[in-house]
């Protein structure tokens, strides 16, 4: 079966580092999605992909980056992790605008 | 730009009872609407979903009609179970734009 997958579940890291989220779909979808949830501000868009190639800054993108060489990957990396930073964050794939989105079981990341 | 409010919760029922979560919506044009329910611990799936006015998305007896007059799109289901128990999440997609998500609504159920 199809899916997405997240790694890794849990991180822990220290103030000022590189960290690096994974996202990995096997659904062929060209849109992907990268999303914080926090509580009080339900999901919150960090950036976005329709397509190899193509990345887009969504709602709060600053501190992050993305970067799609292929349809199944889109790593959200935190150039220098902030505690401002700790969330929960949720990957997402859709084939299309108006179409189902399907969701990663998502990260728990800790900055310390 | 777009916009999606929901009511705030948390909203505690006894189990069947009947619920009500507002939505409503602020875009150009005519949106997607979904509605997502994340269990504890889980990621988001959805729900149920209506892609034209007077459409009426429904799944697991949850039912919600996309009213363009009133921008509304609020989810209803008439007796909750307390496996329900979920934060439920009001969103649009319009072509050229994402997925936007309202800021979620916490359901308790109890027996």
Known sequence: DAEITQSPRHKITETGRQVTLACHQTWNHNNMFWYRQDLGHGLRLIHYSYGVQDTNKGEVSDGYSVSRSNTEDLPLTLESAASSQTSVYFCASSSGTGTEAFFGQGTRLTVV | ?111
């Open chain 2, 1 to 111: 730009g777009n916009s999606v409010t929901q009511m705030e919760g948390p909203v505690t029922l006894s189990e069947e009872a009947f619920l009500t979560i507002n939505c409503t919506y602020t875009a150009t044009g005519y949106p997607s609407l979904f509605w997502y329910v994340q269990y504890p611990g889980e990621g988001l799936q959805l729900l149920l979903k209506a892609t034209k006015a007077d459409d009426k998305g429904s799944n697991k007896g949850f039912e919600a009609t996309y009213r363009k007059e009133t921008t509304s799109f609020h989810l209803e289901k008439g007796s909750v179970q307390v496996s329900d128990s979920a934060v439920y999440f009001c969103a649009l997609s319009q072509a050229g734009t994402a997925l936007i998500f309202g800021k979620g609504t916490t359901l308790s159920v109890s027996s």
